[in-house]
């Protein structure tokens, strides 16, 4: 695999044969293997010259030192170790294939992200002491901090957190990674003698390669007792338990095989540290209630430990150049400019995850998968909530995709439990309960009255909401205070008096949101067990029951519906990683009835109720009711699912996947969703090029030149301007139903990014 990773960088000229660092003191055996050579044939003496793709490998009771000649970083190298020095323009990569390092990264006059990888883990450092250690059999990773901080991510599971002095993070093939406080004895002896508690082994280091060959030789004859007992390539039972006290803390089932998180794809290829600061200016075109606005957008991001936090500080000037006051002029817009806030990471044992959300899947996806509450932003700002919490073998998860909409007696919530048997017979149960509370809740209401604007005659103005004739004077009846002038005196518009009219006809009381409802409801059942766990092949096998149920709604003119329900079933399902390069999933599923697989997906706030207007008048329809507007498609179905994501080779990374459904009547339903990220990290003045495309439960996904309400695509690039300075084009595009047809909705913005 190496192999290929250098011959696919040489290619694109990233790999360049100059001397990048040398050997500053090694002992005992110390062999280098050039770039391009089959062995380990050189033996390292102090001075020896490193060149960029040079392996190293320290044999028994052995150690090395080398320094890096721009920057003055240090790598001591304990016995039993093999890596490989791999820079690019802008990376500098230590690839571990097995034992222990300990680093001293000098964060001046360093032009270049330092990075530590093995098969499971990244590690990326900004300038700080840490130890890593990688056991290749085990497939476990324990990085632990000295000084400073950095970020480790599981290539696995997608996750990262921030180690800091005296912490450290225990990462492994199952996805899983752990933080926690460094217990004594957890940063390794120092190889070359000096005690882990001198913190100026470093630093003398860093000043001239002579210092380290002047040194006295005692260390050495102690060093078979140190490293007899630092020899951790081999951990014991107990050692591994200790590494892993807790399968539960992180989801392994959710992969994201529907994701439209654009981030979490982004993260597999580019695991970059999370920057404390971060500033973002957004400068572009919104259409916000039909019209369209100048948008400028200040998007600070702060990132301090497991807290985070995002604002979103937005202004909207029309063509006139008048500000859009609504967005500042009541105490509940202020909660609108929090983007985000955060607290650690699903690996944690409490996890939060405030206001936007994207990605959301409880179990193995059947009911909710890849959910966002971000398709209509900016023009819908929602405040959703995802967290979870794990105790001994029992885990849970919540979510909740809007709280303003649960003030109005509806939102998408979820809930999720595990358990897990135990260690020695990891098979995992699980439970799922996922419900609309109100569908209706889906239609836009500007002024907050509960009359959706469609209905409302006044939609900005929450006191008023009929007037018949027109003339913009409220009927009696079609608003919650008297108008200023008092009510219409001629509600309807015939010239006669109210008081007068015998055959006075107002509107009816429109639709109301808080006087009418449809919940849409689902549950399910899983269970899965990892049946392979090696460097070569993981594997896990699952089963997943799925249930929705649709109540009934007494007819109106407005909205009617009978009552609806279905279940789904996957009787097997199987998703396996090779060489952590390729994962991919598979499934074979069945439905009968009115079932959907991922009905909550990623574009359900598009599709989730719509208003359509007819000659006879305006009707709305929920999403079941679109997909099952021919009763014919409520029929048994049966049918394959599959997905694939892969790094190809740190250059990019993509994941897509595929769902056909088949009746015996010839009825198809099928999903369709992709993203594409590039690396930037390669390319000299690219700060970040993704593109992404979804499209689920169509009669044809690829039909790219008849869209659907289910479509959603865009890309996002950045160009570096100047170090530390984007600008970055990003476009959105999904389609909203007028009733007359699709409309196409766009949103294009360019920011200038600004990283400190």
Known sequence: MKKFIILSISLLSFIHSETIGRVMKSNGTVLLKPMGGSTYSVSARPGQAISNGDAIRVGESSFAVVIFLDDKSVVKIKENTDFQFVETSNTRSLIIDQGTTLHNVNKDNRKKTYRVETPVSVASVKGTEFSAFHDAAAGIDKFVGKSGNFDVFNTISGTTVNVGAGQKAVSNALGQLIPAPAEPGDYPDDPDGDSPDNDEQGNDSNDDSSDLDSQEQQPREQRPQQNQSQRQPQPSRNQNQSAQPNPEPVQTEQINDTSLDQNAGSESAKPQPKKPFNMGLGVGSATIDGNIYNQVALRPEISLGKLGLGLDLVVYIDSQGNIRKSEWDEPSDFIDKILFVRWGTKSDPFWLKWGALNNVTLGYGGLIGGYSNMMEFPTVRKVGINTGFSFGNFGTELFMSNMKDFSRGGTL???????????????????????????????????????????????????????????????????????????????????????????????????????????????????GYPLLNSKLLKLETYMEYNRLIFPAVQGDSFYSRKEMTGTGFTPFGARASLFNFLNVSFEYRTKDEFFVPQFFDGSYDLSRVVAEFTDSGSIIRTKEQIIFADSSANVNTSGMYGSASASLFGLASFNASYANMKADNGIEFNSFSANFVINAENIPKLSVAEAYYQRNNDANPFDFDNPSINTVFGYKIGYEVSKGVSMIWDFRQFYRDTGSGLEPVKQTSIETAFNF
């Open 413 to 527: 919530f979820g809930l999720r439990g595990t358990y897990t048997l135990s260690e020695a017979i990891p098979l995992k149960f699980g439970i799922n309960f996922v419900t609309d509370m109100n569908q209706f809740s889906g239609l836009k209401d500007l002024d907050g009255d509960s009359y959706p604007d469609m209905f409302d005659d006044y939609p900005e103005d929450k006191d008023y909401w009929n007037d018949t004739d027109g003339d913009g004077i409220p009927d009696k009846d079609g608003g919650s205070k008297a108008p200023s002038g008092g009510w219409d005196i001629d509600g309807d518009g015939d010239n006669i008096l109210d008081t007068q009219d015998s055959d006075l006809t107002l509107k009816p009381t429109p639709f109301s949101i808080k006087d009418n409802s449809a919940s849409a409801q689902g549950f399910s059942l899983d269970v």
